[in-house]
């Protein structure tokens, strides 16, 4: 099976039992896996430790043997068992601690987010205005209100001042 004689770590031996079985193994998987065949966890294994691990994959997932099964074809002790148990408060600590993580990061992702989306909607308007001042739609439409507002005050100030009116007496002065 393993055929190197220098040592190998935790991800290679990982890596290198998913591609023995063909199947990916998770890390809880592999923590139970270990503790079946009687390895300690360790940083880096040797050969031997190695084979121990891809044998005890193989009877998993190509045998279809259970984890006690694979056990006591190790004979791994009842002790090992608790290792099982110290990987996976291991395991779960490692995920709360990552969900804490991302839970303390999202308002901060929020807020870019927010900020990336305000500067593409600044973006966005002073593109629009642009177009709309270039094409000189503005332009017409500034006059248009303009000629309107003036005929509207003209009318207004008509009606205020009617000096033009007939009935209207000049005062001597």
Same mark, same amino acid.
């Given at each position: 099976?393993?055929?190197?004689?220098?040592?190998?770590?935790?991800?290679?031996?990982?890596? =290198?039992? !998913?591609?023995?079985?063909?199947?990916? $193994?998770?890390?809880?998987?592999?923590?139970? $896996?270990?503790?079946?065949?009687?390895? @300690? &966890?360790?940083? +880096? #294994? %040797? @050969?031997?430790?190695? +084979?121990?691990?891809?044998?005890?994959? %193989?009877?998993?997932?190509?045998?279809?043997?259970? #984890?006690?099964?694979?056990?006591?074809?190790?004979?791994?002790?009842?002790? &090992?068992? /608790?290792?099982?148990?110290?990987?996976? +408060?291991? =395991?779960?600590?490692?995920? !709360?601690?990552?969900?804490?993580?991302?839970?303390?990061?999202? @308002?901060?992702?929020?807020?870019?987010? =927010?900020?990336?989306?305000?500067?593409?909607?600044?973006?966005?308007?002073?593109?629009? =205005?642009?177009? #709309?001042? &270039?094409?000189?739609?503005?332009?017409? /439409?500034?006059?248009?209100?303009?000629?309107?507002?003036?005929?509207?005050?003209?009318? #207004?100030?008509?009606?205020?001042?009617?000096?033009?009116? @007939?009935?209207?007496?000049?005062?001597?002065?």
């Amino acid at each position: 099976m393993q055929n190197k004689t220098t040592s190998t770590g935790n991800a290679q031996l990982l890596t =290198l039992a !998913s591609k023995h079985v063909g199947t990916p $193994i998770t890390l809880i998987e592999a923590g139970k $896996i270990l503790s079946a065949c009687g390895l @300690p &966890d360790l940083g +880096d #294994y %040797t @050969p031997g430790q190695c +084979d121990r691990f891809l044998e005890a994959c %193989t009877l998993l997932r190509r045998q279809g043997k259970t #984890y006690e099964e694979v056990a006591m074809h190790f004979g791994a002790t009842p002790s &090992d068992n /608790e290792l099982i148990e110290k990987v996976h +408060d291991l =395991l779960a600590q490692v995920s !709360s601690s990552q969900a804490e993580l991302i839970r303390a990061a999202l @308002p901060k992702m929020a807020v870019e987010q =927010l900020q990336e989306v305000k500067a593409l909607f600044w973006r966005m308007t002073a593109k629009r =205005l642009k177009k #709309y001042v &270039d094409s000189g739609q503005l332009e017409t /439409e500034i006059r248009s209100v303009s000629k309107s507002v003036l005929a509207s005050v003209g009318k #207004y100030l008509g009606l205020l001042m009617p000096n033009s009116s @007939p009935k209207v007496k000049n005062l001597p002065g």
